[in-house]
């Protein structure tokens, strides 16, 4: 029988990460940038480095599935971050439906928080290597 739970898993994983994965690197890139459209929405450019962490660091551990519960985790804290602090002004069209779409993201990274990366993942390789994470 054929088994699609793991590869669905996997393709979704990929799916979530890749914008943050993309948005992390060209935030290095284009530092100031970034750091002046945070700070055109009233929030600190200093947290910026903070912001690469969790756009790189916790998209390429959805990615690989390694640590992924709390790549996750830290990914949905910023979608709703995200939301709430760029996405405030609901009578524009367009932002609302950016303030959907970020919460609506976090809402599969909490799904993958609970119920983990599948078995086509560096978490699980190391679960039956009898490594817990």
């Not at 779409?101 to 086509?120: N, S």
Request: net charge neutral; glycine share 12%; hydrophobic share 55%.
């Amino acid at each position: 029988m054929l088994r699609l739970t793991d590869p669905l898993a996997f393709v979704g994983r990929v799916l979530l990460a890749l914008i943050f994965v993309k948005e992390g690197v060209d935030a290095i890139a284009n530092y100031s940038g970034v750091a002046g459209y945070m700070q055109s929405s009233g929030v600190s450019a200093s947290l910026l480095p903070l912001v690469i962490l969790a756009q790189l660091g916790g998209g390429l551990s959805v990615l690989t599935g390694f640590l992924t519960r709390l790549g996750a985790m830290a990914l949905a804290a910023f979608c709703v971050l995200t939301a709430l602090l760029f996405h405030r002004n609901w009578t524009d069209f367009n932002e609302a439906i950016q303030f959907q779409k970020d919460i609506c993201m976090a809402g599969g990274f909490l799904v993958l928080t609970a119920f983990g990366p599948g078995e086509w993942s560096i978490d699980a390789i190391l679960a039956r290597r009898g490594w817990r994470l």
